[in-house]
């Protein structure tokens, strides 16, 4: 691009400082190649990004300026400088470009250009100002960033509303899983005391069956002593060391009969 278009200075300034704005921009994307770091990376595509917008703030000035000088200028003048702010425009729009494409590669989504979400400039377009709108284009366009913005809100409350039905929802479940935990823990205690009891019954039912054991055994010793007095009496009647059992009767004595001789007193 000619840079040798007529110029006033106030315009020379603002083309100096794009100028400048250009060229550091050209360097930085350069550098952007040698960094490895992804940190240093995103801090570096971020002061880019925010020399972007003091370009595109510099590019709308320069327009400012060159419609109030327009009527001052030759028609010829006019169309060259025209030409060059379009020129400023394709060129930081390459660097938008630029910026995607690195952007893109990092996955750093939190870096905007624009509010309006739309880094493009419009190369057909001319960067329009609102002190060149018309008051029905005015409205219009506030109209349509209410409706944006309304829409938003909208999308917002349903966002809102999904996340309190989704709080709810979670707060019912928690509490049921509250309720069932305490269930459980009330039936592992009465299960602990059941096998406590239980525990303690076997106990008692193995002293019992001790208790019982040692009963008959010593049943079991008596009536063996029994026994063996009884067969001792009666195989040697006459062993005196041996007393009788109570209830038992001795053996019976060989006895004679005495005989009368109805004879002999005759």
């Known amino acids: 691009m000619a840079s040798d278009v007529p110029m006033s200075p106030e315009l020379e300034q ?4 794009i100028q400048d704005i250009f060229r550091a921009l050209q360097n930085g994307f350069q550098k952007m190649d040698k960094i490895k770091d992804s940190n240093r990376q995103s801090k570096q595509l971020e002061d ?11 590019i709308k000035e320069f327009d400012r300026i060159l419609k ?3 009527k001052k200028n030759p028609p010829d003048v006019n169309k060259q400088l025209n030409d060059k702010k379009q020129f400023m425009i394709k060129e930081l729009n390459s660097y938008v ?16 250009l624009f ?34 913005t309304d829409q938003a809100i909208e999308r917002s409350k ?29 039936e592992l205690d009465s299960v602990h005391f059941s096998l406590k009891k239980a525990s303690q019954m076997v106990k008692e039912i193995g002293r019992q069956v001790a208790t019982d054991k040692c009963i008959m055994a010593f049943l079991f010793l008596i009536v ?33 009969l005495l005989s009368i001789d109805p004879f002999g007193g005759l």
Do not use: F, W
Not at 14 to 17: A, I, R, S, T
Not at 48 to 58: D, F, P, Q, V, Y
Not at 97 to 112: A, C, H, M, P
């Open 97 to 112: 470009t630029l910026r995607k494409t690195y952007q893109s590669s990092l996955g750093n989504k939190r870096i905007e």
């Open 224 to 256: 063996c002593g029994v026994i063996a007095i009884i067969v001792v009496k009666i195989v040697n009647p006459h062993n005196k060391s041996i007393r009788d059992i109570p209830g038992l009767a001795p053996p019976a004595m060989n006895r004679k």
């Open 158 to 186: 349903m966002v809102v509303a999904q996340t309190v039905e989704v709080g709810a929802q979670t707060a019912a479940t928690l509490t049921q899983q509250t309720e069932q935990m305490k269930r459980i823990g009330n």
């Open 48 to 58: 880019l990004t925010g020399k972007m917008r003091e370009c595109k703030r510099l």
């Open 115 to 148: 509010d309006t979400g739309n880094d493009q400039v419009a190369e057909d377009t001319p960067v329009q100002m609102a002190s060149e709108m018309s008051n029905q284009e005015l409205i219009s366009a506030g109209r349509k960033q209410m409706d944006q």
């Open 14 to 17: 603002v083309d100096g400082e």
């Open 68 to 70: 109030d000088e327009e």
